[in-house]
C-alpha cells in the first residue's frame, strides 16, 4: 500500500512538472524569437521601397540590398539553443504610388520559409514619377475607376493633386490625397504630361507581387511559427498572387505553404479529414508536387476567387495546388484557432515605425463576435459578405431556386451537392453546418455552375450518437457585382456513419473498404 500511495504521489508531482517544463520551453522559444526579429528590424529601420534587409540568416548576406537584386529568399527555423532565426524584410512598392506615406507593402519572412518572385523583371510594373493635375471643378475620388465605387473624398475646383497612373481605358486618374491612393475622372482635371504616365489595371504586378511560398506548417520550436506576414494599406486592398492563387488584401495577412506529393497529402488521416474538399476532380499521379497554401486575416481581411467571398478578421482561407489545374481558387475558411493566436502572438511586439502599423492580434472572444455576425446574416463593415458568406437569414428566396442533392441524407465523404440554377446567377456558394448550427464549410461553385463538391467528413461536424439531424445546408446565389441575389431555404439532414475505421485516407472513395459511401459524380 505504501508503494502504491508512493507512485501515486509520484505521478501527481511529475504531471504539473512536466506541464512547466513545457511552458517553459515555449516561454524560451517565444522570447528568443521576439528578441531576434526585434533586433533585425531595428537593424533594417532605414530599408526604403523596394529594398530587402535580413539578420545574414537568410540566403542573402545581413544588411539592405536592392529588390531588383533578389530573385528568392530562404531562411531557417528558429534554434533556440544557438540563439539564430531567419528573418527578412522585404519592402515594395507595388503597384502603388510613390507619394505614398511609409512602404507600399511590407513583408516579414520568418523561419523555415522560401519566398522566390514569379513576376517578369522585364515586364514588372515600375511606379512612375508623379505629375502635378488641378481639378476644373469640385470632384469625387473614388476607391476604383468607376462611378459604381466608393467615394473616398472630395476636392473643391482649384485643387492641386499628384498624379501617378491611368485606367486601362484611359478615363481615369490616380492620385494621393492625404498619403492614400484615390481615383479621379481625367475630364476633370488639367495637367502635362498625363498620356506618359503608366497603365494600372488588376493585371499590372511589381517585383514580388506575385511569388510561391513554401514553409514548414509544423513548429519547430513550441509557440514560433514559420510564415510570410504581409502589410498592406488599410484603406484599400492590394492586388496579390502566392502560389498561383489571387488574393485582394488589406492591413496585416499572414501566408503559411506546404509542399508534398500528392499521395503524401493523401494519406494523412489528419490532413485528409479536414481538407479533402481541396483535392481536384481529376487525381494526380501520386508524386505529383502539390502545394497546400493557408491565409490568415490576422489585422486586416482579404478578398478572394474574384470577390466572391471575402475572410475577415480572424479568419482563414486554403487553397490547393498540384499545378495540372488553371487558375487555383480559395475554397474554403474557417476560423483562426487558438493556439494559431498564441503563436501569432509575437507580432504585437513588433516594433511599428519598421513596419506600416502596429499589429493586433484577434483573440478568441473577437472571432467568436464575427462568427456570431456571420451565422446572424450579418456583413463585414465594409458591407461585403463576411468570411465564408452569410446565411439565409434576411435573404429572399427566388423562383425554382432550390437544392436538389443531396435532400434525404448526408453521404460521409467528397460529396457533390446540387440545386437549380436561380436567374441572374454568376456564382454560388454552399454554406454547410454542423449540428449546433456553427457554420463549419463554405464552398464556391465554378462560376455558374450548379454544384459544388463538399468534404462532409470532417470530425467539427460531431456525428451524433442519437441521430439527431446533426448537418445542415444552405445555397446562396450571387450576381456578377458579388451581391447576394437570393437564397435557398435550409435543408436539415442526417449524415451518414463513418466508414470503416481501418480504411486508409486515400481508400476512402476507391470501393476497396467496406461500407464506404461513394458519391461524388
Known amino acids: 500500500m505504501k508503494r502504491l500511495l508512493l507512485l501515486t504521489l509520484c505521478c501527481l508531482l511529475l504531471v504539473p512538472a512536466l506541464t512547466i517544463t513545457a511552458q517553459d520551453d515555449e516561454n524560451t522559444c ?55 532565426y531567419g528573418v527578412a524584410l522585404l519592402n515594395t512598392s507595388a503597384t502603388l504610388p510613390r507619394t505614398l506615406d511609409g512602404p507600399g507593402v511590407v513583408y516579414l519572412l520568418l523561419g523555415d520559409a522560401t519566398l522566390e518572385n514569379q513576376v517578369d523583371p522585364a515586364t514588372a510594373f515600375i511606379p512612375a514619377d508623379p505629375v502635378s493635375v488641378v481639378t476644373t471643378v469640385s470632384a469625387n475620388l473614388r476607391t476604383r475607376p468607376s462611378t459604381n465605387d466608393s467615394v473616398l473624398d472630395s476636392v473643391l475646383a482649384g485643387a492641386a493633386l499628384s498624379a501617378d497612373g491611368l485606367s486601362a481605358d484611359g478615363a481615369w486618374l ?39 511560398l513554401r514553409t514548414t506548417m509544423s513548429e519547430d520550436c513550441a509557440g514560433v511559427t514559420n510564415a510570410l506576414v504581409i502589410q498592406g494599406l488599410d484603406e484599400q486592398p492590394i492586388n496579390l498572387r502566392v502560389n498561383r492563387a489571387d488574393m485582394r488584401i488589406r492591413g496585416t495577412v499572414v501566408l503559411r505553404a506546404e509542399e508534398r ?11 485528409f479529414a479536414e481538407f479533402a474538399a481541396l483535392l481536384p476532380d481529376a487525381t494526380p499521379a501520386d508524386d505529383a508536387v502539390c502545394q497546400f497554401t493557408e491565409l490568415a486575416a490576422v489585422d486586416g481581411d482579404a478578398f478572394l476567387n474574384n470577390g466572391l467571398f471575402s475572410i475577415p478578421r480572424g479568419y482563414r482561407a486554403f487553397a490547393f495546388d ?40 484577434p483573440t478568441v472572444g473577437d472571432i ?39 435532400v434525404t441524407s448526408i453521404p460521409f465523404g467528397r460529396v457533390r451537392f446540387y440545386w437549380d440554377p436561380a436567374a441572374g446567377a454568376a456564382r454560388y456558394l454552399v454554406n454547410v453546418y454542423n449540428y449546433a448550427d456553427e457554420l463549419i464549410i463554405s464552398v464556391p461553385s465554378e462560376g455558374s455552375r450548379t454544384s459544388a463538391r463538399v468534404e462532409t467528413m470532417s470530425p467539427r461536424f460531431s456525428l451524433r450518437t442519437d441521430r439527431t439531424p446533426p448537418m445542415s445546408y444552405e445555397v446562396l446565389a450571387f450576381d ?42
Open 30 to 84: 517565444t522570447t528568443t524569437a521576439t528578441e531576434i526579429i526585434t533586433t533585425t528590424l531595428t537593424d533594417c529601420a532605414e530599408t526604403g521601397d523596394d529594398q530587402v534587409c535580413t539578420n545574414g540568416a537568410d540566403t542573402l548576406p545581413a544588411g539592405i540590398s536592392e529588390l531588383t537584386d533578389v530573385t528568392s529568399l530562404s531562411s531557417p527555423a528558429l534554434d533556440a539553443d544557438a540563439g539564430t
Open 174 to 212: 490616380r492620385v494621393s490625397v492625404d498619403g492614400n491612393p484615390a481615383w479621379i475622372s481625367r475630364g476633370l482635371v488639367e495637367g502635362e504630361g498625363l498620356e506618359a504616365l503608366p497603365v494600372i489595371n488588376p493585371a499590372a504586378r511589381a517585383l514580388m507581387q506575385d511569388f510561391t
Open 261 to 271: 506529393t500528392y499521395a503524401e497529402f493523401a494519406n494523412d488521416p489528419l490532413w
Open 322 to 361: 498540384c499545378n495540372t489545374m488553371g487558375d487555383v481558387l480559395w475554397n474554403r475558411s474557417a476560423p483562426m484557432a487558438s493556439d494559431q493566436l498564441r503563436t501569432l502572438s509575437v507580432l504585437e511586439d513588433l516594433p511599428a515605425d519598421t513596419l506600416r502599423t502596429t499589429v493586433s492580434v
Open 368 to 406: 467568436a463576435r464575427v462568427t456570431a455576425q456571420i451565422a446572424s446574416g450579418g456583413n463585414t463593415e465594409d458591407g461585403n459578405p463576411a468570411a465564408a458568406g452569410p446565411t439565409v437569414a434576411g435573404f429572399p428566396t427566388c423562383p425554382g431556386f432550390v437544392p436538389t442533392s443531396p
Open 480 to 521: 456578377e457585382a458579388g451581391d447576394v441575389l437570393c437564397a435557398t431555404q435550409r435543408l436539415y439532414l442526417l449524415r451518414d456513419f463513418d466508414p470503416d475505421p481501418d480504411c486508409p485516407p486515400s481508400e476512402w472513395f476507391s470501393g476497396t473498404c467496406e461500407d464506404v459511401i461513394i458519391n461524388d459524380p
